[in-house]
């Protein structure tokens, strides 16, 4: 088992959460959002990888082929969705907020402030 997919996943997670906390503009935030998600791609699909493992749909195959559980590539599929699906909705609530306050600073956000 390779720790390599897992290092990649994590070390892309922290750059994106870096960069979230640091974002002083909310489009540079939802990218890093974005960024931070796609974290989980890399790790669903180095969870679903199997060593010396066959593909369970065609039997014509080679079993020296590598494979990838195609559960896991369809739940990566289903977040890639998800993931495009939350961005889209984010972006298009800073533009809204950017129509309204005039700003995608979030510290001069004033009036949102409770």
Known sequence: ???????????????????????R???????CLSV???ATYVLLLA???RRGGTAPVF????????VVDPVVQALALTDVVVGAT???LLLALVV???????TTDPDELHELKG
């Open 1 to 23: 088992m390779s720790v390599f997919p897992y290092a990649v996943a994590g070390w892309i997670f922290l750059v994106g959460v870096y960069g979230l906390a640091t974002s």
């Open 25 to 31: 503009n909310l489009v540079h935030a939802v990218g």
């Open 36 to 38: 931070a998600q796609s």
């Open 47 to 49: 969870v679903g990888y």
């Open 59 to 66: 039997s014509d195959t080679p079993t020296t082929a590598s």
């Open 86 to 88: 939350v961005t889209a």
């Open 96 to 102: 809204q907020t950017a129509k309204r306050h005039g």
